[in-house]
């Protein structure tokens, strides 16, 4: 079986800076790994995935995520965010041979002005 | 891209009653789909796995009576959840992987919020 583990239940940060959200998860099986946005009353969005190949996987609007298999983790990070990036961020795991992803707690990013 | 329609967005109902919560995927077939509960400011629950033509597989502490559960064709699954009460108000989300991809995709549904009063 598979667990997630998202470290932070909420990240304060101001609008232009970095930020990183903390991932870790376990598993005895090869896995692959996602994060997932969701906006208030909305379901969940696809933010990046690692299925295989490049460790670091970047999405469309500036987060990228690296996957060590050594530390287990697969934390997301965006350089600069902004007031838009406010939302609640899924850590999930799924194994390759599951048709099951397992979520983390969530993480949500408050953009301080 | 891959779209699923949850409907309804939201819904009042009196406590005793039963509601039905329909999710489609609109372009493409869905041999399973997946059913969760989200609790305000809490992760997704999977409650139970829907497969096409046959039973539903449910997660343990699930109970399979009041969460009824039917894939009657490849791009319909209902959640029924009978004689709701109080405790059942959440927020319920289903997904549906499109194997078209190849690449693992889900596609989630925008949620239903559920109050029972």
């Known amino acids: 079986a598979q667990s997630v583990t998202q470290l932070d239940s909420q990240v304060p940060v101001f609008e232009e800076a970095p930020v990183e959200l903390r991932c870790n998860y376990s598993?005895?099986?090869?896995?692959?790994l996602f994060w997932y946005v969701q906006y208030p009353n909305q379901g969940l969005q696809l933010l990046l995935k690692?299925?295989?190949?490049?460790?670091l996987v970047e999405s469309i609007n500036g987060f990228e995520a690296e996957f060590n298999k050594s530390q287990t983790s697969f934390h997301l990070r965006k350089p600069s965010v902004h007031i838009s990036d406010t939302a609640e961020y899924f850590c999930?795991?799924?194994?390759?041979?599951?048709?099951?992803?397992?979520f983390g707690k969530g993480t949500r990013l408050h953009i301080l002005p | 891209g891959a779209v699923v329609s949850q409907h309804p967005s939201w819904v009042i109902c009196k406590s005793g009653t039963s509601v039905k919560i329909e999710c489609r995927s609109l372009?493409?077939?869905?041999?399973?789909m997946f059913w969760y509960r989200q609790f305000p400011k809490q992760s997704l629950m999977l409650m139970a796995t829907s497969n096409e033509g046959s039973k539903a597989t449910y997660e343990q502490g699930v109970e399979k009576d009041k969460f009824l559960i039917n894939h009657a064709s490849l791009t319909l699954s209902t959640l029924t959840v009978t004689s709701a009460h109080p405790e059942d108000s959440s927020f319920y989300i289903c997904s549906a992987r499109d194997w078209r991809t190849g690449n693992y995709g889900y596609t989630f549904g925008s949620g239903t919020r559920l109050t029972v009063v």
């Open positions: 372009d493409f077939q869905a041999t399973t």
């Open positions: 690692y299925l295989s190949g490049s460790t």
């Open positions: 999930a795991v799924s194994g390759r041979t599951d048709d099951k992803i397992i």
């Open positions: 598993s005895s099986v090869s896995v692959y």
